[in-house]
């Protein structure tokens, strides 16, 4: 499983279920760049608004025939009037958000993301006490940084070695 065999079929499936079970649709979506027009169509056509966000990581390699692999993307689709947060921490206001991935031992996740990326995500577009879902949980790092932010969640996990990874 993983979002990377997610044609357009099943990104209109997921949300259609993200928006029927949310109080007001605010999703985060990370996803790869091949994903993006589909997301950004989805949000037109359902009269929602998107931003493109990114992930920027240091950059590990060079590949003189390629572009390099130092930005992941994270699609926001939301209501009209779905304000965010106003907090004190100016940076956390960039569509282009730095931090260094997940490596070695610490990493439980093929394609696990920074704790810190969640939470300024969560920062940004819930309150303390509100629920986050989060679909595909993966090892766990949304519902961590929920905890660490005084959130409730909900998620769902697939593959049980990773499933039993996030219960851990």
Known sequence: GGMSCFDGD???SLLKECVRV???PNIYVCCN??????????????????????WQ?????????????NTE??????????????????????RV????PVIG???????????ELFQTYILLSSKEGDLVLDPFIGSGTSAVACIMENRHFIGFEITKEFYDIACN
């Open 97 to 100: 958000q730095t931090f260094k």
């Open 22 to 24: 949310c109080k007001i």
């Open 57 to 69: 990581k240091p950059l590990s390699i060079i590949n003189k025939n390629r572009f390099s692999q």
């Open 10 to 12: 099943d990104i209109d």
């Open 73 to 94: 993307f994270v699609v926001r689709i939301y209501d009209y009037g779905t304000a965010l947060n106003r907090l004190q921490v100016n940076n956390l206001y960039n």
């Open 105 to 115: 031992k610490n990493k439980l996740h093929p394609t696990e993301k920074p704790l």
């Open 33 to 54: 760049e091949t994903q993006l027009p589909y997301y950004a169509m989805w949000a037109e056509n359902h009269s929602l608004m998107f931003t493109i966000l990114i």
